[in-house]
């Protein structure tokens, strides 16, 4: 008898996106609709929508396409990752109150309840492409049929 395990890390979905600054609302209704149909609580959904959206301003303002973003299965949770072919590494800043740009990351961290972080990846849609994936967890514990 053959037992099929799911793998630790599983890719759901993985999307390119734009290479413009249209590339954020297209990944906000991408991940918007795929956790809506995974019955992810609207809160949750909410804060994904968000933290989405900073991670790709993030990566078209300072790191280059292509754009890609990943939707994994982990055990118990989902893990959301923007990839870009970008060598800077992503880290919090301090700001200032009158700063306009910076704040995107440390929400990444707070929303995420500091469960975020980057890493070296390849895309999952372009073969043999190498880059970063900057990434999110959302908890999945408590998803629900309506």
Request: glycine fraction near 10%; include cysteine; charge should be negative.
């Amino acid at each position: 008898m053959v037992t099929l395990l799911q793998p630790r890390s599983a890719i759901v979905a993985a999307w390119p996106l734009r290479e413009d600054a249209q590339a954020a609302a297209q990944a906000r209704d991408l991940i918007l609709e795929v956790l809506t149909g995974l019955y992810v609580p609207r809160d949750r959904v909410d804060d994904a929508v968000l933290m989405v959206s900073e991670l790709v301003g993030n990566a078209v303002m300072y790191g280059d396409p292509p754009f890609e973003l990943l939707l994994r299965s982990l055990e118990g949770e989902l893990r959301v990752e923007m990839v870009d072919s970008g060598t800077i590494s992503p880290a919090i800043r301090a700001t200032g109150v009158e700063s306009e740009h910076g704040r995107g990351l440390g929400i990444v961290f707070e929303l995420s309840g500091g469960r975020c972080g980057w890493r070296n990846t390849t895309y999952a849609t372009r073969s043999g492409s190498e880059g970063k994936a900057v990434w999110f967890i959302v908890p999945t514990s408590q998803m629900y049929p309506p």
